[in-house]
Nanobody
Framework: QVQLVESGGGLVQAGGSLRLTCAAS????????MNWYRQAPGKQRELVAS???????NYADFVKGRFTISRDTAKNTVSLQMNSLKVEDTAVYSC??????????WGQGTQVTVSS
């Protein structure tokens, strides 16, 4: 009932920036939480940042001060501004949405590669 599509990934040098966007469609009115995740090869998927329908945000310790999650309700998008990127940030980044009925939806992900 909710479809998510990520965009904005790419190759960037360490210290650079990227802005990821997650576009939601379908029953967007039911979404109460949006998350950004990442998964590097051979590693577990981890939560990067979250934002609630009320605008509250949370960040993983490893991105605090560098990444910012935001929303644009008019465009039904959630973005992740990533600054001061590190090689360790290299991963597939995906967005996930939780609805008020506690259903979860995920996008396909977008690759972020940070080179040294």
């Amino acid at each position: 009932q909710v479809q998510l599509v990520e965009s904005g990934g790419g190759l960037v040098q360490a210290g650079g920036s990227l802005r990821l966007t997650c576009a939601a469609s379908g029953s967007v009115f039911s979404i109460d939480l949006m998350n950004w995740y990442r998964q590097a090869p051979g590693k577990q998927r981890e939560l990067v940042a979250s934002i609630t329908s009320g605008g509250n945000t949370n960040y993983a310790d490893f991105v605090k001060g560098r990444f910012t999650i935001s929303r644009d309700t008019a465009k039904n998008t959630v973005s992740l501004q990533m600054n001061s990127l590190k090689v360790e940030d290299t991963a597939v980044y995906s967005c996930g949405a939780r609805t008020r009925t506690v259903r979860w939806y995920w996008g396909q992900g977008t690759q972020v590669t940070v080179s040294s």
